[in-house]
């Protein structure tokens, strides 16, 4: 199985910025996706981004323009740079890596209160 090694989250102001770092261990396949949901109390999981092997990336329409994410492939790394928070990107989140199944990381703690 593939261990995801979630970093960053924390308490930021409005405004701010944050950057979330995955690194995946132990895959003897190709991942072919790696990307970020998140979930904040009382709402279902969604979808913030995802980067293929290729390089292709989407977004969450509420983060576009404010969140960028980045793959490294050779690392097996991907990386969140949150920029320009809002309140309402409070949420719990969750790494995962995609190959013929699906990994999941811990998740990590984003609180975005003044």
């Known amino acids: 199985q593939v261990q995801l090694v979630e970093s960053g989250g924390g308490l930021v102001q409005p405004g701010g910025s944050l950057g979330l770092s995955c690194v995946a261990y132990g895959s003897s396949f190709s991942i072919g996706v790696m990307g970020w949901y998140r979930q904040a109390p009382g709402k279902q999981r969604e979808l913030v981004a995802s980067?293929?092997?290729?390089?292709?990336?989407n977004y969450v329409d509420s983060v576009k323009g404010r969140f960028t994410i980045s793959r490294d492939n050779a690392k097996n790394t991907i990386y969140l740079q949150m920029n320009s928070l809002k309140p309402e990107d409070t949420a719990v989140y969750y790494c995962?890596?995609?190959?013929?199944?699906?990994?999941w990381g811990q998740g990590t703690q984003v609180t975005v209160s003044s």
């Open positions: 995962y890596a995609r190959t013929w199944s699906t990994s």
């Open positions: 980067a293929t092997i290729g390089g292709s990336t």
